[in-house]
């Protein structure tokens, strides 16, 4: 079966940066792009950006364009989201989830990284 | 891009229909069709429920229904039942393949 298994909790100080993993199993990693998906405590949902294991093409929202940095890693079939200068705006909790075809439709989700920023 | 408009609350009785908007500025929603439903409940990762504005993955019941007018989008939930009270939200595609997904909603059933 499909699955996205994230990466644990991390604590970072304010200016740090952060890296959450996501790794994918149960399809054939290249065939779906994976979206990055962030909810600050009691807020809604935020888009943060794409990557395409098919040729690694990304794309970013602009709020966070310039800390955001997603790659990923085919032979581990893992997909990584780094943010830097981190604020403690980011305290949130951060979601992969693989796009089924297109449009943002999240088929399947990781069960979340929660990442607190304090100093 | 600023987060789609939603109501911060809905509610209903057992049974009922309720629905859900989903406001965008003028082209948010226009020219594409790629609007989705998200189902959350609390502590949980969201849920896809409905995809391309009106279509429902394997497994989703069909009282969730959607439709797309001028700069709004709809979710309806009819027979609502106790299950289906959870965080409700909506997203469309934007510009340059980036996303924006809604203010959210909160449905009771009362």
């Known amino acids: 079966q499909v699955q996205l298994v994230q990466s644990g909790a991390e604590l970072k100080k304010p200016g740090a940066s952060v890296k959450v993993s996501c790794k994918a199993s149960?399809?054939?990693?290249?065939?779906?792009?994976l979206q990055w998906v962030r909810q600050a405590p009691g807020l809604s949902l935020e888009w943060l950006g794409w990557i395409n294991p098919d040729g690694g093409g990304t794309q970013y929202s602009q709020n966070l364009r310039g800390r955001i940095t997603i790659t990923m890693d085919t032979s581990a079939r893992t997909a990584y989201m780094e943010l830097s200068r981190l604020r403690s705006e980011d305290t949130a909790v951060y979601y992969c989830?693989?796009?089924?075809?297109?449009?943002?439709?999240?088929?399947?989700w990781g069960q979340g990284t929660l990442v607190t920023v304090s100093s | 891009q600023s987060a789609l408009t939603q109501p911060a609350s809905v509610s209903g009785s057992p049974g009922q229909s309720i629905t859900i908007s989903c406001t965008g500025t003028s082209g948010d929603f226009v020219p594409h069709n790629y609007v989705c439903w998200f189902q959350q409940h609390p502590g949980r990762a969201p849920k896809l429920i409905l995809f391309d504005v009106n279509n429902r993955p394997s497994g989703i019941s069909n009282r969730f229904s959607g439709s797309k007018s001028g700069n709004t989008a709809s979710l309806t939930i009819s027979g609502l039942q106790a299950e289906d009270e959870a965080d409700y939200y909506c997203?469309?595609?934007?510009?340059?393949?980036?996303?924006?997904f809604g203010t959210g909603t909160r449905v009771t059933v009362l």
């Open positions: 149960g399809y054939t990693f290249t065939d779906y792009s």
């Open positions: 997203s469309s595609y934007t510009t340059r393949f980036t996303y924006v």
């Open positions: 989830a693989r796009e089924a075809t297109r449009g943002l439709d999240l088929d399947h």
